[in-house]
């Protein structure tokens, strides 16, 4: 155990220090360390110890390609334990801008974690994705690929005004409609709670355009009792 906190402790260190003091190789290979120790089951101690906030630094950098995607491998890790949610929040823009930044790993990963904070129950993350037009717009996004995991995401930031504007604004209720009319189960019952959520001023006309009461009606005539109270 002495000998982990002190190979925490070191790469922390080492991914706080100026780039002009640390070699990118030095660094990816502290990230890396980070990654496997949190695999490995030290997810909390990795957080306590600044490991988020060390690995958030390494994205977006020029000339940190190989570090910035075993930084994305070990925040994606990180984000299965929910007191690492507050750090990864702050470091909220350049999740998104990597999530946004084309195909491959480190945007996946990117992704994915956006989905584990949408969904982990840290009430200041939450909000802070929900006051995030940029991560509302990103989920969005998604749900033309992504169904299922894209819609639970909107659907834990529907109690913000906020998250409910920038759906409507992204051009979401008509993603939403579509995916209220696909093949998942899971993922239609989703988008009808969202789509009822929308349903009221001031975006009940953005959801009535849409083709949103149909699939409102719809849900409510197979009598699912939560779409109908919503």
Do not use: W
Request: charged fraction near 20%.
């Amino acid at each position: 155990m002495a000998a982990e906190t002190d190979a925490i402790s070191a790469c922390v260190f080492a991914l706080g220090q100026p780039a002009c003091d640390v070699d990118a190789e030095v660094r990816a290979a502290a990230a890396s360390t980070l990654t496997c120790v949190a695999n490995a089951g030290s997810r909390a101690e990795v957080s306590e110890a600044g490991g988020v906030e060390a690995l958030l630094s390494l994205l977006g950098k020029e000339g940190e390609e190989g570090g910035e995607l075993h930084a994305m491998r070990g925040l994606r890790s990180l984000a299965e334990y929910s007191g690492s949610h507050a750090a990864l929040a702050g470091g909220l823009a350049a999740l998104v801008a990597r999530a946004g930044s084309g195909e491959g790993e480190a945007p996946q990963a990117a992704i994915g974690t956006l989905h584990k904070l949408s969904t982990g129950g840290d009430a200041a993350a939450v909000a802070t994705l929900a006051s995030s037009s940029a991560a509302v717009a990103l989920l969005v996004d998604q749900l033309s690929c992504e169904p299922r995991p894209a819609v639970r995401s909107l659907r834990h930031l529907c109690d913000h005004a906020e998250a409910l504007a920038a759906i409507v604004e992204s051009g979401g209720v008509s993603s939403l409609v579509d995916v209220a009319r696909g093949d998942d189960k899971m993922a239609r019952r989703d988008a009808a709670l969202l789509l009822s959520r929308l349903s009221s001023p001031p975006h009940s006309e953005a959801v009535a355009t849409s083709g949103g009461v149909e699939v409102l009606l719809a849900a409510v005539q197979i009598g699912d009792a939560e779409v109908t109270a919503a």
